[in-house]
């Protein structure tokens, strides 16, 4: 794999409470966000397999949902 590329083979994101459209943009969003924070400080190695559980406050907006999420994955796998 070449030093300037993140690959994720699978995310699954579960998202209760919004519509599939819904949980499949913000999905996105987060695996966009996700790629962008990690291209420049992964460790070039696999990293296998995590499971990350993480409440967001209800009613936060999309963009808070996105943040949260993205944010709790890049630093579990920076640890």
Same mark, same amino acid.
Not at 42 to 60: D, F
């Given at each position: 794999?070449?030093?300037? =590329?993140?690959?994720?083979?699978?995310?699954?994101?579960?998202?209760? &409470?919004?519509?599939?459209?819904?949980?499949?943009?913000?999905?996105?969003?987060?695996?966009? =966000?996700?790629? =962008?924070?990690?291209?420049?400080?992964?460790?070039?190695?696999?990293? &296998?397999?995590?499971?990350?559980?993480?409440?967001?406050? =209800? &009613?936060?907006?999309?963009?808070?949902?996105?943040? &949260?999420?993205?944010?709790?994955?890049?630093?579990?796998?920076?640890?």
């Amino acid at each position: 794999m070449p030093a300037d =590329r993140v690959i994720i083979e699978e995310l699954v994101l579960r998202f209760p &409470g919004l519509t599939a459209e819904e949980a499949r943009a913000v999905s996105r969003e987060v695996a966009e =966000r996700v790629g =962008r924070g990690l291209a420049d400080a992964m460790p070039k190695r696999s990293l &296998g397999a995590l499971e990350i559980t993480l409440n967001v406050r =209800r &009613g936060a907006s999309r963009d808070e949902m996105v943040d &949260g999420v993205a944010n709790a994955i890049i630093q579990s796998l920076l640890r």
